[in-house]
């Protein structure tokens, strides 16, 4: 796979040729030796001695790193041999890579046809690719699930369900259906205006999603504003109940080991955060706050793992961008996949294959996360980094 991406490496290591008479030209070194390199330049091949030469300065990735997935495999399938079936498998994968799964059919199928040999392995890699993109659409699911998002994550399952309908956790996913309907039940999604209305009767209601602390703690604030005695009174009685209700789950969650353990400390982190707006109680909670977030973000980055394989890369792609745009896990995830990427793309021992963890980490983050976004960005530079410097 790698051998494909590097043939097209005009697209991604352009240089400016400084000459000693001040002319600049920008193109590719596509070869060199100590007396001469020869660059392409719109199309055309020119070779420069190496005394004419004043500088070569590197540029960061141009337009091409940046093209659609699409428009970057149309050029790809100018570049290679149309009757190669190694080439088509390997432009197979390029797509596989980048989500292009139409294209890729289109690529494994004319190498099926080439040569027939292949026709294991191709069908081995879909295999791949299916069992990933099903867990990654359970993982997704279940995040949603243990943060309270019970309509979210029944569509989830029911789409996984209906679009993996061969799968091996068929039966995993007909179970999280009819948790998520069941939860639906007990906890209805609610306007703002319903939930103090309910607390105005005194109904003291379960925080399952951030929307509902988000409700109550308007509701709360309220109170802090009046002066009063009953709307003190009242304050202190709310936040009384939600951390014996924060002690509850926490407790429920140390001592379970099953799948709904995050969501109940999720919800003991929603309750201590409630009770928190009685200063008198604030600083109590805080210690356990922190120490329950603590334990979320490791069991959030649990599930993450360095995508060494192309299946792994399509989870990872497909777990993230399953997370809400915002939020605490989209952080961590982004800060994750670049330290990673970081560390592996330092190492000294095994250079080629510690470059080549690098840039699938990079991958993720360039095809994961917002176009235009900051993330991206690192990304797609982490990533023709690491082609360029496995290329040297």
């Not at 390029?94 to 292009?100: A, G, H, I, P, V």
């Not at 509902?212 to 709310?238: G, M, P, Q």
């Not at 969650?253 to 109940?264: I, V």
Request: aromatic letters at 10%.
């Amino acid at each position: 796979m790698i051998t494909i991406i590097l043939t097209s490496t005009f697209l991604y290591a352009e240089k400016i040729i400084v000459l000693k008479d001040g002319a600049e030209i920008r193109g590719e070194v596509i070869s060199g030796n100590d007396s001469s390199i020869t660059v392409k330049s719109e199309n055309k091949i020119h070779t420069f001695k190496r005394i004419d030469i004043k500088s070569i300065k590197k540029r960061q990735p141009r337009g091409g790193l940046l093209l659609p997935p699409e428009e970057l495999y149309k050029k790809m399938t100018l570049r290679i041999d149309q009757d190669d079936a190694e080439a088509q498998y390997r432009l197979g994968l390029f797509c596989l890579e980048r989500n292009l799964f139409d294209y890729a059919a289109v690529e494994f199928d004319k190498a099926k046809k080439l040569d027939n040999r292949c026709a294991a392995i191709i069908d081995v890699q879909l295999q791949k690719i299916y069992k990933a993109k099903v867990k990654g659409a359970y993982d997704i699911g279940l995040y949603y699930y243990n943060n309270g998002k019970y309509k979210i994550a029944l569509n989830i399952f029911k789409e996984a369900l209906k679009a993996y309908p061969d799968s091996s956790m068929l039966e995993e996913l007909q179970e999280m259906i009819e948790l998520s309907k069941e939860r639906l039940i007990f906890a209805p999604v609610m306007t703002e205006k319903e939930i103090k209305e309910k607390l105005k009767k005194r109904e003291f209601l379960v925080p399952y999603t951030a929307e509902t602390v988000k409700a109550i703690n308007s509701y709360l604030a309220d109170l802090i504003k009046s002066e009063d005695d009953d709307s003190k009174s009242r304050l202190k009685e709310y936040c009384t109940r939600y951390l014996v209700m924060a002690n509850s789950y926490l407790e429920t969650a140390e001592s379970d080991m099953g799948a709904e353990r995050w969501r109940d400390f999720q919800i003991a982190l929603y309750c201590y955060e409630i009770a928190a707006y009685d200063r008198d109680l604030s600083g109590d909670v805080e210690t356990f706050r922190r120490e329950i977030r603590k334990k979320i973000n490791e069991n959030f980055q649990s599930k993450l793992s360095a995508p060494l394989t192309l299946s792994k890369l399509k989870w990872a792609e497909a777990f993230i961008e399953g997370i809400e745009t915002r939020g605490e896990e989209r952080r961590l995830s982004a800060s994750w996949y670049y330290e990673v990427a970081k560390e592996y793309e330092s190492r000294v021992k095994n250079r080629q294959t510690a470059l080549n963890k690098a840039l699938y980490c990079y991958l993720v983050l360039a095809n994961s996360f917002p176009e235009q976004s900051e993330v991206e960005k690192v990304g797609l530079y982490g990533w023709a980094r690491c082609f360029e410097k496995l290329e040297k």
